[in-house]
């Protein structure tokens, strides 16, 4: 069975980097779009970065401008996101997503399974 595999997440202060990274598992995801999503407790999911298949679009959201970076490597299959100057609003699970539309939609075809990112003040 196709997935995703995200991987990377853990406790940091504010002002450190964490980097997450998003692995397929049973297929590759070379022509997909792929990206992140994050979801806070008692909020709803909502995009944090997307990158083309070929790595030569992306897309941030708003708040994670300038700060972090999405990046793939497709002989390795492998999407990463680097994330500096993290702040405590930036506490969420974050979701690994692949799609074949641009942008990535609200929902996608495939989702990882969540990794933890805790930012403490």
């Known amino acids: 069975q196709a997935q995703l595999v995200g991987s990377g997440g853990g406790l940091v202060q504010a002002g450190g980097s964490l980097r997450l990274s998003c692995a397929p598992s049973g297929r590759t995801f070379s022509y997909y779009h792929m990206g992140w999503f994050r979801q806070a407790p008692g909020k709803e999911r909502e995009f944090v970065a997307a990158?083309?298949?070929?790595?030569?679009?992306?897309s941030y959201a708003d708040s994670v401008k300038g700060r972090f970076t999405l990046s793939r490597d497709n002989a390795k299959n492998t999407v990463y996101l680097q994330m500096n100057s993290l702040k405590p609003a930036d506490t969420a699970v974050y979701y690994c997503a692949a799609d074949y539309t641009w942008p990535l939609p609200r929902r996608v075809e495939y989702w990882g399974q969540g990794t933890q990112v805790t930012v403490s003040s």
């Open positions: 990158i083309s298949w070929s790595g030569a679009a992306t």
